[in-house]
């Protein structure tokens, strides 16, 4: 059985950084393109950051320069380094597996940004 399973979030201080990890129990991940997304009260779920399977990161404009998304494919885990984090960037941070017809979501980690 697949399993996406985050971790890292937490409470965090305007300006500061968290990482999120992303551990998937999924065959051949090296194929699979990684995401996270974020989700917060009463908004839409978005993309945050895409890293394809052969290394290629996309992100949405509001986290470039800030957010480093990046993969380790032996560990088949992939990681978001969030830096000078803001109250807005406060949601719940869902990774994403993706390859084909395969779609998988983790349960998500909830990071928010408060003094």
């Known amino acids: 059985q697949v399993q996406v399973v985050e971790s890292g979030g937490g409470l965090v201080q305007p300006g500061g950084s968290l990482r999120l990890s992303c551990a998937a129990s999924v065959t051949f991940f090296r194929l699979y393109d990684m995401g996270w997304y974020r989700q917060a009260p009463e908004n839409q779920r978005e993309l945050v950051a895409v890293?394809?399977?052969?290394?290629?990161?996309n992100y949405t404009e509001s986290m470039k320069g800030r957010f480093t998304i990046s993969r380790d494919n032996a560990k088949k885990m992939v990681y978001l380094q969030m830096n000078s984090l803001k109250p807005e960037d406060t949601a719940v941070y869902y990774c994403?597996?993706?390859?084909?017809?395969?779609?998988?979501w983790g349960q998500g980690t909830q990071v928010t940004v408060s003094s």
């Open positions: 890293i394809s399977s052969t290394g290629i990161t």
């Open positions: 994403n597996a993706q390859r084909g017809k395969y779609d998988y």
